[in-house]
């Protein structure tokens, strides 16, 4: 790619974009150049065309994003097969097991969300389409992990932040590597209380008819109702099935 | 604002990420070009760089966006406090009378969907927060159409592409403003198969604290299952008390 073929003020709004968050709803100028180390004159900039596009409010001091701004990742699930193939299956699993369903795929360290049934929420925050979960310690981050080479996991691995979410989060990479050699071999993976206490969740891979893994499903449950060492006995089954009726689908 | 403080190559790239969607997910430079207004030269330029940024992979002739795209749906997904504050209501009311409810907020001449509790699917189509649907022919559309100034409300009306979905969709502009002003004397609009054949819906406004209106939510039922006659008669007490829940909640 030639320097001419790259458009810097697009990729300077992008991150714009990308600074607002959960903890940073509003932004003021100096905000958005300290997240994003673009200078206060460019981040400005970017911020005022936000504004001028409706993508964001401005109300002389702090910047807001607006329901607009959907339209662009909306713009990746309604042009993607995935999610609409997967969530009636999703839908159906749910409904059987009495429990939230799942579908994600990696982005770099983290698994994105691109479809989701949700029964009753047993987790703090609150998952949808698009939300992100660190690899590491999510089933579904476990199994697309457990696809890949081990150099391309461990890289993954060592680019993570490995904190511990609660006192039974892995974080030794020595340790997440057998972990994910055992979920490779044993086709899914159980998060027993590692990302929330009090939430259990098994994953398996989603392959295309290739046979390539393309994404993964879970299902998350309460661990008050049901302990890990249950989870593949009630749910490995319903999950395999799913998996299984979707190969032929996924190309 | 003044012409330098827009960045006219963020406000192009912004509109290709737009061009993708769910009847063009793969786009050659010739497709976004034509989709965009946009010459081939300027659109190759924001596709190699999104491509470069991760944001879309391409094939050496087609591009399709990657989930990193979602990054940008979800700042304002997560930043903003009405989807967060909304959900659990949602979760409990779909639960409560065992159909799907929804919340949105207009953009322009449509709805979007900020958050969702889906019990079974009654639409053909996937919603998810970030859906779109025309204002005039959905009933969260009709309760914040209602709630504009009539010329407001007009003017969009007037801008929207008013089609027959259903043989029952109000298409006449004389005839919805009738219809808004109607929603707004009985504070909810219910749609009978406007949108879809076989679906009803019932909305009711969403306050803030101040009075002002902010969002709606509905809840849709098979119109096989409750008559849209009878869908006031079912769900407007449990939609109102939501309402009323949150208005001390939205600032």
Redesign the interface.
């Known amino acids: ?1 030639q320097e ?11 991150k714009v ?6 903890t ?2 509003r932004l003021a100028i100096a905000d958005v150049a300290k997240a994003t180390g673009l200078d206060r004159a460019t981040a ?3 911020l ?3 504004a ?2 409706g ?1 964001a409010d401005y109300d002389g001091k702090f910047f ?18 995935l ?2 193939i997967v ?2 299956f999703l ?1 159906k699993l749910a ?1 059987e097991v009495h429990q939230s369903a799942s579908a994600s ?4 360290t983290e698994v ?1 969300y ?2 989701r ?2 029964q ?2 047993v987790m703090s925050i ?1 998952l ?5 979960l660190p690899a590491y310690c999510a089933s579904m981050g476990r199994v697309l992990l457990a696809a890949m080479p081990d150099n391309e996991s461990l890289a993954l691995l060592k680019q993570s932040n490995l904190k511990s979410f609660t006192p039974r989060t892995l974080t030794d990479p020595i340790r997440l590597m057998e972990e994910l050699a055992r979920v490779r071999e044993q086709g899914f993976a159980v998060i027993d209380q590692e990302l929330e206490l009090g939430l259990c969740s098994i994953a398996v891979p989603l392959e295309n008819d290739r046979g390539r893994v393309v994404a993964a499903i879970n299902i998350g449950a309460p661990a008050a109702s049901v302990p890990a060492a249950e989870m593949a006995d009630r749910y490995l089954e319903p999950l395999k099935s799913v998996a299984r009726l979707l190969k032929s689908l996924l190309r």
């Open positions: 790619m001419t073929d790259f458009v810097s003020g697009f990729a300077r709004g992008l974009i990308e600074a607002f968050g959960e940073t709803p400005r900039r970017c005022l065309t936000l001028e596009l993508y807001v994003l607006t329901p607009k701004i959907l339209r662009l990742g909306h713009a990746y699930l309604s042009a993607t097969p999610p609409h969530q009636p839908d409904e795929v990696l982005d770099g994105v691109i479809a049934a949700s009753k929420r609150n949808m389409p698009g939300s992100r």
